[in-house]
């Protein structure tokens, strides 16, 4: 059996992003003033430093910027042959995540890969993704 997850520490600057994981949408920020998209959560605009900002629903898609598979676990939840991704979104912004894959070997820079949610404690969900498979001709 495996150890749970650990729960995200919520805090007023990314409170919307993890309600959202509870409706399974992955929120991201775009900025009212110059309409940057950005992730992670952050109190003003990177770009403009703007502080205001309206949550946008990511796309769901992106491709694998970079990946490594590593070699210990930081805890017993992680099991172990697991990929941890920098991911280009469609929408814009690198995202962290787990990309799920039958072998962690498959996953390569340039591999496109789509959104879905793991069920965690509390009704959150982790943001994780998969390879898709492209239609052989
Ligand atoms: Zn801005």
Known sequence: M???????????DNRFYWEGTREEQLLL???DECEEIRHPPTPSCP????????????DGHGTVYSAVI?????SD???SGYVVALI????????????D?????DVKIGSPV????????????????????????
């Not at 009704?123 to 492209?134: A, I, K, M, T």
């Open 101 to 105: 894959a039958l072998d962690p070997y």
């Open 29 to 31: 920020q775009r900025c």
């Open 47 to 58: 770009t403009c430093r703007s502080v205001k900002w309206t949550p946008v629903a990511a």
């Open 114 to 137: 789509e959104l879905y949610f793991q069920t965690i404690e509390n009704g959150y969900h982790l943001p994780q993704f998969r390879l898709v498979r492209e239609a052989s001709s």
């Open 2 to 12: 495996s150890a749970p997850v650990r729960l995200p520490i919520i805090t007023d």
């Open 88 to 99: 280009d979104l469609a929408d814009g912004p690198r995202f962290v995540a787990n990309v």
């Open 70 to 74: 590593p070699r210990h676990a930081p």
């Open 77 to 79: 939840a992680f099991g």
